[in-house]
């Protein structure tokens, strides 16, 4: 998930630059979901084509409904939202992931919090740490670290507006971010579902691209009529639909969908918040941008709630682990 986070965050960047230049971003979704069936295609062959289950209508529909979203609808608003925005800003709305992944899993009894319990408190203090972390990155700039500044105290979203990007656009992005927000979380909850009725990390994510693929091609075809957008230009557009479709389609989903197999939705969506900070180390190391104090602060609360998160689920897991031995033996004595 780390890994993920790092990849995701470098995409971000490549995918803002390339959008300034005049990329669409429909251009960007379609090739890049291409991209990825042809390249995760034989190693899905390879691996798994003696363990692939039947396939299913119902199993056909679970993953028509998680390429719509968790590839087709989450991306097309996270770049719109981004397009009308800026990288920094929109990185941050994956900030809110996690609540809305443990809130909703509350809701559909996917995740239980025992209140009374280490473990069920700790996760309720890691969700809001890790809130309160995104906050702070999103509202508090602070002084500069290393560039001196006369800009101490202002929201990220009035600092970040470009010349084109007026309030109305701006208002705009953020309903779209919020919107991918949601989404991804919902698939993040609807993929432990999939991953239970088709168990092949790599067959199930070539499936769910190749149906994005699709669905994005019906969504270009009603918005963007004109063909001379769908050849890249450039070295820029080229780099950023291949990393685009093999790292983060490929690699990227791969990773996710095998996280949430292993240890479910809300431990998956608790590493999101990390691709804001690995943001904001990309703008300092590599764009020069200078560090604020709200960034290392709201960096610090995010990485302690995250780690809050996973102590309590490992906790959880521990006691679960310890109880089910107990009642397995109770019943056999009770036989």
């Known amino acids: 998930m780390v890994a993920f986070t790092i990849i995701y965050a470098v995409l971000t960047g490549l995918v803002k630059k ?8 429909l251009v960007i979704i379609t090739l890049r979901q291409l991209i990825a069936t042809i390249f995760l295609s034989p190693i899905a062959i390879f691996k798994e084509r003696k363990t692939k289950p039947k396939m299913t209508r119902e199993i056909c529909i679970y993953i028509f409904l998680s390429a719509l979203l968790g590839a087709t609808l989450p991306q097309y608003l996270f770049f719109l939202g981004m397009q009308y925005t800026t990288a920094t800003f929109a990185s941050t709305f994956s900030n809110l992931c996690p609540v809305i992944t443990f809130l909703v899993a509350l809701l559909l009894r996917l995740e239980t919090v025992n209140i009374k319990n280490k473990a069920g408190m700790a996760k309720i203090i890691g969700v809001l740490l890790a809130l309160i972390g995104a906050m702070v990155l999103t509202l508090y700039k602070g002084v500069s670290l290393t560039h001196k500044t006369t800009h101490q105290i202002r929201p990220l979203h009035t600092t970040n507006i470009g010349i084109n ?5 701006w208002m705009l992005g953020s309903i779209a971010l919020l919107g991918n927000a949601f ?14 009725k088709y168990p092949v990390v790599y067959s199930g994510t070539v499936l769910m691209s190749f149906m994005s693929f699709l669905q994005v091609v019906g969504l270009s075809m009603a918005i963007e009529r004109r063909t001379s957008i769908w050849i890249p230009k450039g070295k820029l557009e080229i780099v950023t639909v291949i990393y ?9 989903f791969v990773a996710l969908t095998w996280a ?10 608790s590493f999101l918040p990390l691709i804001q900070v690995f943001v ?5 190391a590599l764009l020069h941008e200078p560090l604020y104090f709200g ?5 610090i609360l995010l990485i302690i709630g995250l780690y809050v998160v996973l102590w309590g689920k490992r906790k959880e897991v521990s006691i679960n682990s310890i109880k089910l031995p107990e009642a397995n033996q109770q019943q056999q004595e009770y036989n």
Not at 165 to 169: E, F, H, I, L, R
């Open 183 to 196: 989404s991804f979380s919902f698939w993040m909850l609807l993929q432990s579902k999939v991953t239970k």
């Open 295 to 299: 960034s290392v602060l709201g960096a």
């Open 244 to 252: 685009a479709g093999t790292a983060t389609s490929g690699i990227g």
């Open 165 to 169: 990007n007026s309030p109305k656009k």
């Open 260 to 269: 949430v197999q292993k240890r479910g939705p809300v431990f998956t969506s």
């Open 18 to 25: 390339a959008m300034d230049e005049g990329m669409s971003e």
């Open 280 to 284: 904001g180390l990309i703008d300092f």
